[in-house]
């Protein structure tokens, strides 16, 4: 089997090419916090394939639940919220009583059940056509129908999941209106204002704080124009319309959503956003403070377009650059031409399929083992996964850098600071977190940067121990779909050992190290390069009083004979200064001898425990925290595999 650091050395050695190259110099202390940070990019979102009458079937797939228990296990909250289209196609008509229709919740009750075993949220989008019942929204029974429909959805799942965690869902408006994709619907702009309406009675009639925004809208290189009618028509209207049920004028709204995308340039997504905004302002000044969404923020469109740069570092390195050019360019300015910027999404919660496995935007690589008996499917997280969990680690205050490149460069940075609130009986302590990043977009020149880095500390009175852990992700290491290509010749039916040696890429490459206790500056490597593309997150975490909380949700999702997932929750852990998870397996009951099944450091919260027989993964599992002071925390309760 090939080592990380052999396949590092080999890969480097192959693929390097002369670049010129340059030096950054960064220079910040934590005693200069500007202001409040706050993760505001943890969606991502899919939709179902044709025909959409079907998405139930694909929701609930086996392949899809693997896939949300992924996106779960992003650790400390890394994505909280999954974006979905077509949702009430999961909703059937059973007949009509008194000219009303009954409806058939069971495959969206399934879902909603599926997204909150996850401790995800949901971005409803409220789409669909139950039955195939609805066809226009001229028709006063049917806009009156579409009410009713939102109104039992709403009260159906504060029912079983009550209020507090149905407000944190985003209701959200009809897909992209301006690309017309409405299926077998004939939706009109006044059309399509009266199924706002309903919308946002029906929401309103169960609970007026339940969130509901939109238009969710693309398709037009910019609003005013013929091909923006659907979204200018729907900003007018919740400004100066008339509201289809109550005769007020204006209608609600609690957040704007478009969709911008880059072309293939990161920087690209910001522009057009700011022209957006610039238009609001002029059009329509009473939402100019709104809060703002771009919940399909991708560097490229068309989600299964195969580009080489989507499978390794080229893509994850272009997340996290748009990502802190958002920060340094909008929110952390108290200037911000969009001053309530809320969400920035990823569209990549997909499933790709064969032969492009890693090619498409998605956070993983889905492979379809058909030639098993029987078959079965599995997953390799992408280096874009690992960056979502890499940004993580960030704090919640933003730290001011004086550095020598700007915020628009491929080439940047962002530093944030968290403070305890509370160290006492508690797992969580002072820490600070840099992310560096290179990232050019795709067919550019590309270069590297010599870093220089001044880091002034001054540890908060009665730190014990400081410990910092760089984490890197970059094309010569940390890169499943290299070794995939270089090793193994894209096979489509991996075996277990060459899965091993795919999987050994799926966590970014780390070292860690003692800081010295003291006011200053703090040892960092010399002159150390950053590649393009690159992403390295270095986490500074003080020594907290106690090892790490008690892990929870312990659960399993079988895989196929002798593959497990064991999954479990972080919700409960209050430090993000944890190496690892130890997995531990008994085979003789619940106090018998555990022995530990994950060899390799990760601290995202799934172990994918992949063997050639059931009899190897049968038995009682636990699972605790490690931190970086090598301390374990309280195991889970233990919990019996025997399928």
């Excluded at 939109?214 to 028509?233: L, V």
């Excluded at 204006?250 to 057009?272: N, Q, T």
């Excluded at 272009?318 to 910027?341: C, M, T």
Aim: proline share 6%; with cysteine.
């Amino acid at each position: 089997m090939i080592s990380r650091i052999m396949f590092g050395f080999l890969l480097l050695h192959c693929c390097l090419v002369p670049v010129a190259s340059f030096t950054f110099d960064i220079k910040f202390s934590d005693s200069d916090v500007r202001g409040n940070f706050n993760h505001f990019w943890r969606s991502t979102g899919f939709c179902p394939p044709f025909p959409h009458t079907e998405a139930g079937t694909f929701n609930l797939s086996p392949d899809m639940k693997q896939n949300l228990a992924y996106i779960s296990a992003v650790p400390n909250d890394g994505i909280t919220q999954v974006r979905v289209h077509w949702l009430f196609e999961l909703v059937k008509v059973n007949g009509f009583v008194s000219g009303e229709p009954q409806y058939n919740f069971s495959q969206l009750d399934e879902f909603v059940a599926l997204v909150h075993e996850n401790e995800l949220h949901l971005g409803f989008e409220l789409m669909g056509n139950p039955s195939n019942i609805y066809t226009d929204f001229e028709n006063n029974t049917q806009v009156h129908w579409w009410k009713n429909l939102v109104t039992q959805t709403a009260q159906r799942y504060i029912g079983k999941y009550g209020i507090d965690y149905i407000r944190k869902w985003n209701f959200e408006s009809w897909n992209e209106p301006d690309c017309h994709d409405f299926d077998n619907l004939t939706m009109t702009v006044q059309g399509f204002l009266n199924y706002y309406d309903a919308c946002s009675e029906g929401l309103m009639s169960v609970d007026p704080r339940l969130v509901l925004g939109g238009p969710g809208d693309a398709c037009f290189t910019a609003m005013g124009t013929p091909r923006s009618k659907f979204a200018d028509a729907f900003l007018n209207h919740t400004v100066h319309g008339t509201n289809y049920f109550t005769g007020e004028t204006g209608v609600r709204v609690d957040f704007l959503s478009f969709h911008f995308k880059g072309e293939g340039k990161g920087l690209l997504i910001l522009e057009k956003e700011l022209q957006n905004m610039q238009y609001i302002k002029t059009t329509f000044p009473a939402l100019a403070d709104k809060p703002y969404v771009n919940n399909e923020g991708d560097p490229m469109v068309t989600w299964s377009r195969p580009l080489e740069w989507r499978a390794d570092a080229y893509y994850a390195g272009l997340v996290a650059k748009v990502i802190a050019q958002h920060q340094n360019i909008l929110k952390g300015r108290p200037d911000s031409e969009i001053k309530n910027y809320t969400l920035l999404g990823n569209d990549n919660g997909f499933l790709s399929y064969y032969p492009n496995q890693f090619t498409q935007r998605t956070l993983l690589a889905r492979f379809q083992m058909n030639v098993t008996k029987p078959n079965y499917v599995t997953f390799v997280r992408k280096p874009v996964y690992m960056v979502m969990s890499m940004l993580s680690l960030l704090g919640d205050q933003q730290v001011y850098v004086n550095k020598s490149e700007s915020n628009t460069s491929d080439f940047g940075t962002l530093v944030t600071l968290h403070q305890a609130k509370d160290n006492k009986n508690t797992s969580d302590s002072w820490q600070m977190a840099l992310l560096i990043y290179g990232a050019s977009d795709p067919n550019t020149t590309r270069t590297y940067a010599i870093m220089s880095i001044n880091w002034v500390i001054d540890p908060p009175p009665g730190t014990k121990s400081l410990k910092m852990v760089m984490y890197a992700n970059y094309n010569g290491g940390a890169n499943p779909y290299a070794v995939w290509t270089s090793f193994f010749n894209k096979t489509a039916f991996p075996s277990l050992k060459e899965f091993a040696q795919i999987r050994q890429e799926e966590d970014p490459f780390y070292t860690k190290y003692d800081v010295p206790v003291k006011a200053g500056w703090i040892p960092i490597p010399p002159m150390f390069q950053v590649l393009d593309p690159h992403v390295i997150v270095m986490h500074l975490c003080a020594e907290p009083e106690i090892p790490p909380e008690k892990v929870t949700g312990l659960r399993f999702i079988n895989v196929t004979a002798g593959q497990v997932m064991i999954v479990w929750s972080d919700s409960n852990i209050h430090t993000k200064c944890i190496q690892t998870y130890d997995v531990e397996l008994s085979t003789s009951g619940p106090s018998g001898h555990y022995t530990k099944v994950n060899t390799r450091n990760s601290f995202i919260t799934l172990f994918l425990f992949e063997t050639d027989s059931e009899e190897k993964v049968r038995g009682y599992y636990r699972v605790r925290a490690v931190d970086y002071w090598q301390r374990g925390g309280d195991y889970s309760d233990s919990l019996l595999y025997s399928a």
